[in-house]
């Protein structure tokens, strides 16, 4: 790694030894983080809110222009050891920042950006910081940005379309592997690394439409003179890969089998374990009949719940805020409307249409009120998942196989796979699961399939051959 990627503090005396122990030694690599959470430093014995300011104003000092965050979770610096950081905690150096890149305009900017850590976070601020939207166009920037500094010693802005093929192909084969590869890590970890594994062709042509965005905004912003990624052909991807994952879907005995398993876990357990059950029972049944992405039933509240009445009945929909900020609403049937309120009162000791209305309809489970992560959902029902395949093993190693490889958003495609198969027009399902283009959800339409194969299933048949059955 080239040796302009690391960073040494110069020894210098901070306004206190707390500080400067925390800090660490001469020559120690770092990157670095800034205090602007100042409620952090009361876990620093010694430190107030003046000593606070007075080591931000040294490292501004140090690292003039440099870009740094704030830790969400505890004041500290984390060394630099690999060169991988996220975009959180980067300290890009001066020769790479970005303020001569090659690409840089000429114009004065629209909005202030002066280097291109900068412009990154000023994309990323139009989006909504809690949604899905931003965190996998902050994912998409953060890699780039990364390959730029470490593979290509480039500055993001000094990327042309021969680099844009590079990194092209190098989605497709992260190399090193040891260095950019490892398991789902939260980002606050020394072990974190940007992939998971190689990306399909799919998932390179998703991230290069996102990072298309980035480099659009950044040219009308002025910051950039071109996008480099304009000259690149766009990627073809085989029709099998960018067809919906209906594979990945329950069928309806297999849901049986999902809805029993969550039964005798709810039933078989008792205080803050069966709470868990509770809330994973409730998910699976809103995700089942809602067709909700996973962002979208997390960010569910009390508010969001609109009740209608027609012909003396009442109808219970759910307000959506989905993909792109378009906002849709979605019938709740009345069984699923009924589980939310039971399980919401097992769960939190209140009624459901009585509580405030910015509860969340998936409820923390220590009940303060604040949403849970879409990670944290992520990861319960993989568990659970992975229990059911556990007790269906020994019945049914095709399902328990077919189980142990689901996620949460599997529901959503259940939702639509069972929803078509059972006579629901597609316009009705598109506007359920907020699909821009209709081709979109006639993806889940199995019927005209099964019809072509019952149709072929006998043409063409050859001559019987003797002794074979």
């Not at 062709?201 to 659009?216: I, M, N, Q």
């Not at 879409?374 to 229990?387: L, T, W, Y």
């Not at 929803?419 to 506007?431: N, V």
Request: hydrophobic letters at 40%; proline letters at 7%; charged letters at 20%.
């Amino acid at each position: 790694m080239s040796e302009s990627l690391h960073f040494h503090f110069a020894k210098k005396r901070f306004v206190k030894t707390h500080a400067l122990s925390l800090l660490g030694a001469k020559n120690l690599r770092f990157a670095m983080l800034r205090f602007q959470d100042f409620q952090r430093w009361k876990a620093i014995p010694g430190l107030g809110r003046t000593g606070a300011r007075r080591i931000e104003a040294t490292l501004a000092s140090l690292f003039p222009g440099a870009l740094v965050k704030a830790a969400t979770h505890r004041l500290n610096l984390i060394p630099y050891q690999s060169g991988l950081a996220p975009l959180e905690r980067l300290l890009v150096p001066d020769n790479l920042d970005g303020r001569q890149g090659r690409n840089r305009s000429s114009a004065t900017p629209f909005i202030p950006m002066g280097h291109d850590l900068d412009a990154i976070q000023a994309w990323l601020a139009l989006l909504d910081p809690n949604s899905h939207t931003c965190r996998s166009y902050q994912r998409e920037a953060e890699r780039l940005l990364l390959w730029a500094l470490l593979a290509k010693h480039k500055a993001l802005s000094s990327l042309d379309a021969v680099d844009l093929a590079d990194y092209r192909r190098f989605l497709q084969a992260p190399q090193p592997a040891e260095t950019w590869i490892g398991p789902p890590r939260p980002k606050s970890h020394p072990q974190w690394k940007p992939f998971t594994g190689p990306l399909s062709r799919c998932s390179v042509k998703h991230a290069e439409t996102l990072l298309g965005s980035l480099f659009k905004f950044l040219v009308e912003q002025r910051y950039l003179q071109h996008n480099p990624l304009s000259a690149l052909a766009k990627l073809k991807v085989p029709d099998d890969q960018v067809v919906i994952g209906v594979h990945r879907a329950f069928t309806p005995a297999q849901w049986t089998m999902v809805t029993a398993v969550v039964e005798s876990l709810v039933h078989g357990s008792s205080g803050q374990t069966r709470r868990k059950w509770l809330r994973t029972r409730l998910t699976l049944h809103l995700g089942y009949a809602t067709g909700l992405r996973l962002h979208e039933l997390t960010q569910a509240r009390g508010a969001d719940l609109t009740p209608l009445t027609r012909a003396g009945q009442t109808q219970h929909w759910l307000k959506v805020l989905g993909k792109g900020q378009k906002l849709r609403h979605v019938p709740l049937p009345p069984t699923v409307f009924n589980l939310i309120g039971h399980t919401y009162q097992q769960l939190t000791s209140r009624v459901l249409l009585h509580q405030a209305p910015s509860f969340p309809l998936l409820p923390d489970l220590n009940d303060s009120g604040k949403a849970v992560t879409p990670m944290a959902i992520h990861k319960v029902m993989k568990d659970f998942f992975s229990r059911a395949a556990g007790q269906v093993r020994a019945d049914n190693p095709e399902a328990a196989a077919h189980l142990a490889k689901a996620s949460s958003h599997w529901l959503r495609h259940t939702h639509g796979t069972l929803a078509a198969d059972s006579g629901i027009p597609l316009t009705l399902l598109r506007d359920n699961m907020g699909h821009t283009n209709i081709s979109t959800t006639s993806q889940y339409l199995h019927s005209d399939a099964d019809a072509r194969y019952d149709a072929y299933q006998h043409f063409a048949e050859p001559p019987p051959v003797p002794g074979l059955n």
